[in-house]
């Protein structure tokens, strides 16, 4: 054989490799299930706004052991939810959602405040987590 028609050779038996595999992945697959949860399994999702300058809601209460989705936005500029002690630090921004999941791994009060400077109020931006 020359050499052109090796290449051609070994052309033609990739593409039916190729084929052969792409049509043996559904038997070889079938019985495999993915491994994904339900959405919202086990999580408890909780609204968060935020605006100049608060949080709505305030407070905001949970029970220990408690797996907690925050799901936010803002009214009006860019602020961010930030609740030290639980490991929270959430970017919220006007017309967007962001979320952020944790567990309430420890009982107490903890205060939640803005991260992001958003006017003269900033300072003041807190809120209430209670975690029973």
């Keep these: ?3 052109v028609a090796d290449t051609k050779m070994i052309g ?3 593409f039916a490799l190729v084929v ?5 992945m559904p038997v070889l697959f079938k019985n495999r299930e993915p491994r994904v949860e339900p959405l919202n399994q ?8 935020a605006f100049r300058y608060g949080f709505s809601p305030d ?4 029970k ?4 907690i989705r925050l799901v936010g936005t803002s009214r009006d500029v860019a602020h961010s939810l930030v609740i030290p002690e639980l490991g929270v630090n959430l970017l919220l921004e006007p017309g967007k959602e962001s979320s952020v999941e944790f567990t309430a791994n420890k009982k107490g009060t903890f205060t939640m405040f803005c ?5 003269g109020g900033h300072g003041s931006m807190r809120g ?3 975690v029973e």
């Design 42 to 49: 086990g999580v408890r999702e909780i609204r968060v706004e």
């Design 59 to 62: 407070p905001i209460k949970v």
């Design 1 to 3: 054989m020359n050499r």
């Design 115 to 119: 991260g992001v400077y958003c006017g």
């Design 20 to 24: 052969v595999a792409f049509l043996a």
């Design 128 to 130: 209430t987590v209670v």
């Design 64 to 67: 220990q052991g408690e797996r």
């Design 12 to 14: 033609a038996l990739t």
